[in-house]
């Protein structure tokens, strides 16, 4: 069972007195208590994996409860999760546990002029831990934040003035910047390092940093909210592999679903076998460094109700990526009354499809048909009124202006 783990038992368990206080503080909580009273202790990693994992609510419930402060600074209050209703708030210190990461992982030096273009405010969280990254690492940062369509071409002109080295966002709003340069033309000569966190990795976005940045190399961190950072790679790195920092005990269990435990001692979110819905497994990284790293596999939450049946937004998104000319997919669902009244999606069309051959853009119309008579779901779902699947290209898709991020999934309530 030590062997689903992360971190070998002689590494992990002196460490354990973390895990420990934070079943003791989790079993003070009423609406969780109930869960522990099986579970005196935690000396071994076997006493570990045999504790109930937690979800996102869990936390929220065990937060509302213990008000968790910083022993040293503020306490800052981060959204975790939800991209609707009101906001889920997680707790960090000042920060923000960053000093751990850059110990083992420096992308920046002080060489470098770093544009943090994570999105600032809205309780959100990546913007402070780059700058706390950047503090560390000693270099000139440029705080931009998120930008509205109409000033890309006025900051990446300043970008390349300012020799700008590095910059850091999550794909989605860097694969806007590079698509954006290369359908202008601009080029950022001096830029060598891309930082990455809050999706996976896009592989359009390499295509466009080639023209844009001919130098630049990807730089990946994964995390959320809840956990922090987990877990960092490099450019010889496969993207989605991350090498685990050692205050991060990862656990991999039944269907590959992956569960965190923190063993920082600092630690304000009462992070105990956490499962944030990534799947994983446990693997050597190709670019050598010894022990074992974590391969993302992807969501394991991704598959949606519609009509009754289950739709496998993953599948159908990997499916239509994979199409030529088509560079990102989105499904977004409208629902009336609580039932999902269509189905549609976006394609977001490549920047060569665009450029010049038409033949290379996608046939929507050839997609929706094949997708409808092979998806079990849509097929079924959609029997008596086919015109509310559609597939259409569209010039964005729909992003979320807190957190920059634009998932596979959509569901909107229609007015
Ligand atoms: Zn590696």
């Given amino acids: 069972m030590t062997g689903d783990f992360s971190l070998p038992p002689a590494t992990a368990e002196p460490r354990l007195h973390v895990a420990r206080r934070v079943l003791g503080l989790l ?3 009423p609406g969780l208590a109930a869960r522990y009273t099986e579970h005196q202790d935690v000396r071994t990693l076997d006493d570990l994996a045999a ?17 968790p402060r910083a022993e040293h600074g503020a306490t800052w209050l981060f959204q975790s999760g939800g991209s609707t209703g009101a906001p889920k708030v997680g707790h960090a210190p000042t920060g923000f546990y ?12 002080r060489t470098d002029v770093f544009v943090n273009a994570w999105g600032a405010g809205r309780m959100w969280g990546a913007h402070f831990l780059a700058a706390a990254l950047a503090d560390l690492s000693g270099c000139q940062v440029i705080a931009l934040g998120s930008v509205t369509r109409a000033e890309y071409d006025d900051w990446l002109g300043f970008f390349a003035a300012r020799g700008v080295t590095a910059i850091g966002g999550t794909p989605s709003v860097l694969q806007t910047w590079f698509a954006h340069a290369r ?6 000569p001096a830029l060598r390092k891309v930082l990455w966190l809050g999706e996976a990795w896009q592989p359009q976005l390499e295509r466009d940093m080639a023209e844009v940045a001919p130098q630049a190399r990807r730089w990946g961190m994964f995390g959320s909210t809840e956990t922090w950072v987990v877990g ?45 819905g990534d799947a994983g497994r446990l693997v050597a990284c190709p670019c050598g460094r010894p022990g074992r790293a974590m391969r993302v596999l992807g969501r394991r939450d991704s598959v949606v109700q519609v009509r009754g049946l289950g739709l496998h937004v993953d599948e159908i998104v990997d499916r239509v ?13 409208t629902e009336r009354d609580g039932r999902a009244a269509t189905v549609e999606i976006l394609l977001l069309t490549a920047p060569d499809a665009r450029d010049g051959a038409p033949d290379a853009a996608p ?21 008596h009124d086919p015109e509310s699947f559609q597939v259409r290209r569209a010039d964005e898709l729909i992003s979320n202006d807190r957190t920059g ?9 229609e007015a």
């Fill in 363 to 383: 046939d929507a119309e050839r997609l929706r048909r094949e997708l409808l008579s092979a998806t079990f779901t849509l097929s079924t779902g959609f029997q």
């Fill in 232 to 276: 960092t790679n490099t450019p010889d790195c496969p993207a989605d592999t991350f090498h685990t920092l050692p205050e991060q005990l990862v656990h991999v269990g039944p269907d590959d679903l992956l569960d965190f435990t923190t063993l920082d001692p600092e630690m304000l979110n009462p992070v105990l076998r956490y499962r944030t």
């Fill in 27 to 29: 079993k003070s909580v």
């Fill in 321 to 333: 990526e994979g199409e030529p000319g088509v560079s990102r997919a989105q499904v977004v669902i």
């Fill in 183 to 188: 359908a202008a033309g601009l080029k950022l």
């Fill in 51 to 67: 504790l109930p994992p937690m979800a996102k609510d869990d936390l929220n419930t065990a937060l509302d409860h213990l008000d």
């Fill in 405 to 413: 991020k634009t998932s596979r999934l959509v569901v909107r309530e």
């Fill in 98 to 109: 960053m000093a751990g990461v850059h110990a083992h992982w420096q992308p920046l030096d």
